[in-house]
């Protein structure tokens, strides 16, 4: 492998992961909160659609933006009412969230536009497009640094870096401010924070709306970054690597960036070397497909037993009278 092989496929990591990436944060909100949240993938499928309507019918990519934040956020604060209103299965309602978003999703597609649960193409200011960073074009001669600043640093959409900044962002809130503590100590003794004066509702309704918001910029970012419109199930399943993801980062932000990382260099992996060749025996493509898939499930077996989430995750919380 080249050096020039290698940074394409370093970049194509970056723009794979960066969904990944998004996803598992909205779901590491959530769940420090004590609210666990299957509903990632409904959520993200959601918003990609209605951002890439949206941004097809006004041409502006980002009135689809929040058009995808909003669909999401409208599914997690059904997620919100089910789980901590009425107490229901937090499980169960993430699951009907899925379904509900994957039929309804096409349903409304194949309504409006006629082309078979899709939306049509996007292009020019209906999709968000690359950013060339300072300096990109001027170091692009110069030997080994001016690739990895030009091609593989410079020349990502504005979503991509912004969810690369959430990560600092994300491990500052929850462990160097007030509401990052008390939104952790939900997750783990919602009787004490309820003791100290602190209403449990309200943050967890707080960080199952933040979950909301980062799963619509996720899916808006599928539908109008990564590609360039709507198709039928376009998630393909990354909501479910977001919480292997998280899993195996053990709800932290910095690990949860190496875990999106590694499966976003998995995806772009297979991309590349579809029908590998190694010494006369030929990998399908399919099993360069799975890869991803399969290494979820390796880390699920192999670490779900390890890592320990927030204590009081998956309950209700009922306040003793």
Known sequence: ?????????????????????????????????????????????????????????????????????????????????????????????????????????????????????????????????????????????????????GDLVSGHSVLVYMAFALVPITWWILFRTRFGLRLRAVGENPAAVDTAGVSVTRLRYAAVLICGVLCGVAGAYLATGLQAGFVKDMTAGRGFIALAALIFAKWRPWNALWACLLFGLLQAVALRYQNLDLGGIVIPVQVMDVLPYILTVIFLAGFVGKAIPPRAGGEPYVKER
């Open 1 to 149: 492998m080249d050096f020039l092989t290698l940074i394409q496929i370093l970049d194509s990591t970056i723009r794979l992961a960066t969904p990944l990436l998004l996803a598992c944060l909205a779901g590491l909100y959530s769940e420090r909160a004590g609210v666990f949240d299957i509903g990632l993938e409904g959520k993200m499928l959601a918003a990609a659609f209605l951002s890439a309507a949206v941004a097809y019918v006004t041409g502006s990519v980002w009135l689809g933006l929040l058009a995808g934040i909003g669909a999401s956020m409208l599914l997690a604060l059904v997620h919100g009412l089910a789980s901590i209103t009425f107490r229901g299965n937090q499980l169960i309602s993430g699951v009907a969230i899925n379904f509900l978003a994957a039929g309804l999703t096409v349903l409304v597609a194949q309504s409006w536009f006629q082309q078979g649960g899709r939306t049509p193409s996007l292009m020019g200011g209906a999709r968000f497009e690359p950013i060339t960073l300072p300096f990109a074009d001027a170091l692009s001669g110069v030997p080994f640094l001016g690739p990895i600043y």
